[in-house]
């Protein structure tokens, strides 16, 4: 198994957020069977698709 993930989820989002964007959902998937996520997804939105705004 290869460990794909090289950063921690926070440094993802830290560099969204600090970017001025915000998060909309986040995401795992994992196939059957899996201890770990196969795939990790962050929405961001800005301007007007951020709630609030």
């Known amino acids: ?3 794909a993930c090289a950063h921690p989820v926070s440094e ?3 560099a969204g957020v600090e970017a ?5 959902g986040m995401g ?3 196939a059957e069977g899996d201890e ?4 990790l997804s962050i929405r ?3 301007g007007s698709d951020v709630a609030g705004s």
């Open 1 to 3: 198994m290869i460990d």
């Open 12 to 14: 993802f989002v830290s």
């Open 20 to 24: 001025g964007f915000a998060v909309r």
């Open 28 to 30: 795992e998937w994992r």
């Open 36 to 39: 770990k996520p196969r795939l």
């Open 44 to 46: 961001f939105g800005a």
